[in-house]
């Protein structure tokens, strides 16, 4: 199973971004699919999740801001982010689950790419 992260860079506060992750060697309608964040020096956080067929989960610090989107036929899972924030700045990996129902922690994930870094300027 692979999962490749693209779309991170360096954007000025209240910009916008778009992450995207491609999967392969899974099932990926089958897969509930999310992304988590993680400074150095701190744990790796939940920021989204969608369901396999319908169904989103977001982080309260995100709500409203952020919006994740799947495409089944193309095996790509996305995450638009807008009015982008400093404290917005870390690591952003994607994650991959068959287990069914929002998860939002990251024992519930059995595979993660390799993450891509965001960094918002203020």
């Known amino acids: 199973v692979q999962l490749q992260a693209s779309g991170g860079g360096l954007v000025q506060a209240g910009g916008s971004l778009r992450l995207s992750c491609a999967a392969s060697g899974l099932t990926f309608s089958s897969h509930t699919m999310a992304w988590f964040r993680q400074v150095a020096g701190k744990e790796r956080e939940f920021v989204a999740a969608?369901?396999?067929?319908?169904?989103?989960a977001y982080a309260d610090s995100v709500k409203g801001r952020f919006t994740i989107s799947r495409d089944n036929a193309k095996n790509t899972v996305s995450l638009q982010m807008n009015s982008l924030k400093p404290e917005d700045t870390a690591f952003y990996y994607c994650?991959?689950?068959?287990?069914?129902?929002?998860?939002?922690?990251?024992?519930?994930?059995?595979?993660w790419g390799q993450g891509t870094q965001v960094t918002v300027s203020s």
């Open positions: 969608i369901l396999r067929i319908v169904g989103t």
């Open positions: 994650a991959a689950t068959p287990k069914v129902g929002v998860r939002r922690t990251t024992v519930s994930y059995d595979y």
